[in-house]
């Protein structure tokens, strides 16, 4: 049937819906619901059989939903309802959670239930657990209720009236630290529950900041509050008992000021941690939960494991460089095959545009970023003594798909999507993707591809070979799913064929030209201030709404 998706944002959830409905055989037009009229107007263009909300942040016009069935996917049980609903799971700890889809009426997430899913919340932040646990379940919930729909037969089941069970938003006089008494434990439930937005806004190092992201530290304490290191751009903040890890900062907006944006913590607070110490992580390490770095290294059974998890996806200049050089010690090590990634979330969503944004000159940062990445890639792509597993447990785009793809392997959990494009940044690409992807998928479904600029779910990355191997799992599984396939993969008598093939292939390609022909047209984009990259950039990292984009899906890259 066809169905309209109508989204406050095109964010990781609204991307994998519409994925997932298309590969179901439904026809999918997606409409951004940030006024009214342009949602009645999607309805009179599209005659959709259903309208379909993923993620919704104001009502569906009452002429719309009292016509047309309207189903509002809710990230909370049967029963629970507010606009900060997954907040308060965290916040409060819930160990389980649910995902509801009602029917859209007058009165906010009291329809009609079509269908409700379970699943567990894990001790992660509140984004991981929306594109991940809650993503798996909104989405077998859509499935199920838009099977019941199209059945026919099928009637909805009236919630309890009455809106006692509607908890309020979930303000900053809630989420507020109080250095001086909170535990770790407690200070990562609150940061947790308010990552990735709105943040928690806290003041030190004499301004007011929003922090974004939290993780525990076992082994570095002082004065609560202090920060007391630094480590890959983020910064570490003593507690009662302990410390934790803060990697980003947005500073609080100055009344009609700009918009802020988040960064790197040691970027936005440049200048005033000259006498914190910066504490590196340890390269080659099994397992240590008592601290936490963006990069680690473990061995097992004659297999490498390089994983790395950068925020939102992003990889700035910095963590380029930074993985770069962690790519190369693991490649120093005895092993036959090396994986990539892995951990929970996103693999990577390629250059840093919030870094490249802030830069005195955002042209040559993106140009720094660009080569970075290339550098990154290159050494993957020429890597001929082991093979190169590329394991996604979540989302990956434009230049994060293209190193990915670098691998010999590519390994994705059920429920990843991709964004094998660049063109709705304003782009042409790097990251030698004019060789990777039509080496992968044929030159005429890499052009498609391109030019269509829609995310692709597992299942259709698998079809086309963008994939070779979807992993059907829970994301709490997934590296373990992935640990037992590669050591499998590393003790086959076939791999050293393999390997010996592969140094022979290397040696006749010239990657090179594919290089040098993709950075003079990205050079040309970077140098040129008036090109709409840079106006596209901005709006994205300012989260503003270009004014054409009300029906397109601006941003390549999942937003939360």
């Known amino acids: 049937m066809h169905i309209l998706l109508v989204a406050s944002a095109f964010n990781s959830l609204t991307q994998r819906v519409q994925a997932e409905l298309r590969d179901h055989g439904h026809s999918v037009a997606v409409q951004l619901a940030h006024e009214e009229e342009p949602v009645r107007e999607a309805v009179r263009r599209e005659c959709p059989a259903l309208v379909v909300a993923p993620y919704l942040k104001t009502a569906i016009p009452r002429d719309v939903w009292s016509v047309h069935t309207c189903l509002v996917v809710h990230p909370g049980p049967v029963g629970d309802r507010g606009p900060s609903s997954l907040d308060w799971a965290v916040h409060e700890g819930a160990d389980r959670w649910g995902v509801t889809v009602l029917q859209a009426n007058a009165e906010m997430d009291a329809g009609d239930v079509w269908a409700s899913v379970t699943c567990p919340l894990p001790p992660v932040g509140k984004s991981d657990l929306y594109r991940n646990e809650i993503s798996d379940a909104a989405v077998a919930a859509v499935l199920l209720a838009v099977g019941r729909f199209a059945s026919g037969t099928y009637t909805p089941m009236p919630q309890a009236s009455g809106g006692e069970s509607c908890r309020p938003l979930f303000r ?83 009344p009609g000021g700009p918009a802020t944006f988040k960064l790197p913590a040691t970027s936005a607070a440049a200048g005033r941690l000259r006498t ?33 998890s950068f925020r939102g996806g992003a990889m700035s200049t910095a963590q380029c460089r930074r993985l770069l050089r962690a790519y190369r010690f693991a490649c120093s090590r005895p092993t036959s095959v090396l ?17 490249i944004e802030a830069a005195a000159d ?30 996604l447990a979540g989302n990956a785009a434009a230049g994060g798909v293209m190193l990915a793809l670098a691998a010999d392997e590519v390994w994705c959990r059920a429920g990843a999507v991709l ?30 591809l391109m030019r269509d600029a829609l995310p692709v779910s597992s299942t259709a990355a698998h079809r086309l070979g963008l994939v070779d191997r979807v992993i059907p799992c829970a994301p709490r599984s997934f590296d373990s799913e992935v640990g037992a396939l590669a050591t499998r993969l590393a003790a086959l008598p076939a791999t050293q064929s393999r390997i010996h093939a592969k140094k022979t292939e290397r040696d006749r390609v010239d990657l090179a030209p594919y290089r040098d022909a993709e950075l ?15 106006g596209l950039r901005r709006a994205f990292v300012r989260k503003e709404r270009p004014a054409s984009a009300t029906s397109v899906p601006r941003p390549p890259f999942p937003q939360g």
């Open 172 to 254: 900053q006089s809630l989420r507020r630290i109080d250095w001086r008494s909170d535990s770790t434990a407690t200070v990562v439930r609150k940061l947790r529950a308010a990552d990735s937005q709105p943040g928690v806004l806290d003041e030190f190092l004499g301004g007011e900041w929003f922090l974004h992201g939290g993780y525990p530290e076992s082994r570095l304490g002082g004065r609560p509050g202090d920060v007391v290191a630094t480590r890959d751009g983020a910064i570490c903040r003593a507690t009662t008992d302990g410390a934790v890890w803060i990697p980003e900062l947005r500073p609080r907006r100055a």
């Open 339 to 355: 994986v990539i990634g892995g951990g929970r979330d996103f693999f990577s969503n390629g250059i840093h545009l919030n870094v």
């Open 362 to 391: 955002p042209g040559a940062e993106s140009w720094a970023n660009i080569n970075a990445m290339d550098d990154l890639v290159e050494a993957v792509l020429t890597t001929a003594d082991r093979l190169v597993v590329a394991a």
């Open 419 to 448: 964004n094998p494009h660049y063109r709705l940044m304003g782009l042409y690409g790097s990251e030698y993707w004019t060789y990777t992807l039509p080496r992968r998928v044929g030159a005429p479904a890499a052009e498609r």
């Open 276 to 308: 914190v110490p910066e504490r590196p992580a340890p390269p080659h390490r099994t397992g240590d939960g008592g601290t936490w770095s963006e990069i680690g290294y473990r061995e097992e059974a004659g297999t490498g494991f390089l994983s790395f």
């Open 520 to 534: 003079v047209r990205m050079r040309r984009i970077f140098a040129d201030p008036h090109h709409p990259y840079h």
